[in-house]
């Protein structure tokens, strides 16, 4: 997720979890296709749990195990329940790590591609060399002609 999604979920403001990033320990940002940073749910949790102190880390906290706390109770299940919206973020997360390995096994193919063209064309420009080598060796040893 972008760090706007990420922050319209979270209820924090984008630039605050682009600073996240620039902390140590930072949360973790993963580049996506389109160049922006892209950041996983269960990875801002976790930065949550180890900065609790930062006031928008404890929101994030607080939040989340509130919105745990009553799926668990509406359900009359126990708090170790996964939620719908955790499910989301996690369908989400893999959807962003799916999509990133397939740009890059694109672009690795692309990659291929175009090694595969140039290689074949140094074999053209070779096989031409080889072929002017030949036709200058046949000259150069040809028998007199019975004009000469």
Partial sequence: MTAAEVGRLAGVSPNTVRGWA???PPLV???????????????LL?????????????KILDREH????SAAAADGLSKSTVDLETLRAIARDLRAAAHSNLQAALTAARHAEASA?????QLEHLATTLAAY???LSTITAPATLHD
Avoid at 66 to 69: D, S
């Fill in 117 to 121: 063209k140039a290689h074949r064309e």
């Fill in 29 to 43: 940002a993963t580049r996506l296709p389109n160049g922006q940073d892209g950041f996983l749910w269960s990875q």
């Fill in 22 to 24: 620039r902390r140590n």
């Fill in 66 to 69: 509130a919105r745990t706390r």
């Fill in 46 to 58: 976790e930065f949550c749990e180890v900065n609790a102190h930062l006031p928008a880390a404890r």
């Fill in 134 to 136: 030949d036709s200058a």
